[in-house]
């Protein structure tokens, strides 16, 4: 009754009694089957007609970049506690990629002594895949290693029904820390290192003519969070990580009509602090954050055939060969003040953040959020309303090479568009109803206004991108 906007949340007996899914697919699967959230080709989340702008963020910490399996390994399902969902009705402190939040908090195992979990699991396609953990805890210490595996004939979702070359493979390892001081502070540490490697899946032509296309994603990451309590009401949380990510591409002489080469990636560094007191019936919360990007893109072709079979593929006026190489750097900084308010049956939330970007352009926005809800006890009938002021900077996927005018290098003609970050005002109302003590009926009607609308793309079938 007191949430402003319909938010689905999956706790840990939902998690683990999870339908099984595809390599790669258990989280997208979670919350595609939440209402709002549709599913692409190749698991690309899209909630509410949002083509990138899924924000994923682990233990309080963001990540923005796209986490389909074309894109980046899965995030490990078995190593979670809980998520939340959201597609509405956004605190103050998220911001930045709004088409949905998913919230994700890893495991928190107190058990003392020495224990484990091990899961095995086999399907169609040749499938196999494995997670396997150890925890270990003692006094005021907790340990965890975990690591996780597959194998696959099915990875991505093929453009023909024989399912040329679609076969995948990965694994990860995941380490955590966490050490109760005293009872005012904590510290939680959290290092993970993951790769998977497929292969496109071709067309019939392109198998017919001996096509083979190798893709590769790689992410190492390491982040470290502190909380301290400076009484009951009032909590200081500070957080830091650092990551590497990658994507590669490669094909061979064979690959038809184009032959596309890539390797990209990006260092990301992020710090934030943030404070939450509790006055009354007000829960008041405020912070900061700051990101720092190293980006590098090299990406290149040659086209071996202009037409197939009698159809025009390439107009003649496109270079048969291409190539683009940059790097560079950019910085995101953020600040919010945000407030919950509760009292009798009321509830309001109101909040503004600020954003600074500044990669391949340079915008401030302000961003303020308005939420009510007002339950009806007796009726078992709580009605809600939000808006949304949303900022959302452009894809990190070859934001480089497609925020650069190669408009006369490609044979083109027309005027070459920069990349903005999107504004947008997002409304929404809804019910709640609940139905004999045992069912609940949720209604929602929303609406989405969006300037510089993000959209992709896609280089054939190779899962290669561009904002």
Do not use: C
Request: a negative charge; aromatic letters at 10%.
């Amino acid at each position: 009754p007191e949430a402003v906007s319909a938010t689905q949340f999956a706790g840990p007996d939902q998690l683990r009694t999870r339908t099984s899914s595809a390599p790669g697919r258990s989280v997208i699967d979670i919350v595609n089957a939440q209402p709002g959230w549709l599913l692409e080709a190749n698991g690309v989340l899209h909630p509410r007609g949002s083509e990138y702008d899924v924000q994923y963020v682990i233990n309080g910490i963001p990540l923005y970049d796209n986490r389909s399996p074309a894109f980046a390994q899965s995030l490990g399902i078995d190593e979670f506690e809980s998520m939340t969902m959201r597609t509405s009705g956004f605190p103050a402190e998220f911001g930045r990629s709004l088409g949905g939040v998913v919230e994700i908090k890893t495991d928190h195992d107190a058990v003392p002594g020495l224990h484990g979990q091990l899961t095995l699991q086999g399907g169609s396609f040749d499938q196999k895949s494995g997670f396997a953990s150890l925890q270990y805890g003692e006094g005021k210490n907790n340990f965890g290693i975990s690591g996780e595996g597959f194998l696959t004939d099915r990875y991505l979702d093929p453009p023909v029904e024989q399912n040329f070359t679609n076969h995948g493979s990965g694994g990860s390892v995941a380490g955590r820390f966490e050490r109760n001081w005293n009872a005012a502070d904590s510290t939680q540490m959290y290092f993970t290192s993951h790769r998977t490697g497929f292969l496109v899946p071709d067309e019939l032509l392109q198998e017919a003519a001996g096509q083979r296309q190798d893709r590769s994603a790689a992410e190492t990451l390491g982040q470290v969070s502190h909380t301290h309590l400076f009484s009951p009401n009032v909590i200081l949380q500070v957080r830091g990580m650092v990551r590497d990510t990658s994507a590669e591409l490669w094909s061979n002489p064979l690959s038809t009509p184009i032959l596309p080469t890539q390797d990209r990636g990006f260092r990301e560094s992020y710090l934030g602090a943030s404070i939450s007191v509790k006055l009354g019936s007000h829960e008041f919360k405020t912070g900061a954050d700051a990101l720092f990007d190293s980006i590098h893109e090299n990406f290149g072709y040659v086209i071996t055939a202009y037409s197939l079979d009698g159809v025009d593929i390439f107009d003649p006026s496109v270079p048969p060969v291409f190539h683009f190489a940059d790097q560079r750097t950019g910085r995101q900084q953020s600040a919010f003040v945000q407030d919950q308010w509760h009292h009798g049956n009321w509830a309001l939330t109101a909040g503004v953040r600020v954003d600074h970007y500044s990669i391949v352009e340079d915008e401030t926005a302000w961003s303020p959020r308005l939420g009510a809800a007002y339950s009806v006890p007796s009726a078992g009938l709580v009605l809600r309303a939000s808006y949304d002021r949303i900022f959302q900077p452009p894809a990190i996927e070859n934001l480089l090479l497609a925020s650069t005018d190669l408009v006369n290098q490609l044979g083109g003609q027309g005027a070459f568009l920069p990349l903005r970050p999107a504004r947008g005002n997002y409304f929404e109302a809804g019910f709640s109803k609940s139905l004999l003590s045992k069912l609940r009926l949720d209604g929602t009607w929303y609406l989405r206004r969006v300037d510089n609308f993000s959209d992709d793309s896609l280089l054939f079938n190779t899962g290669v991108s561009f904002p």
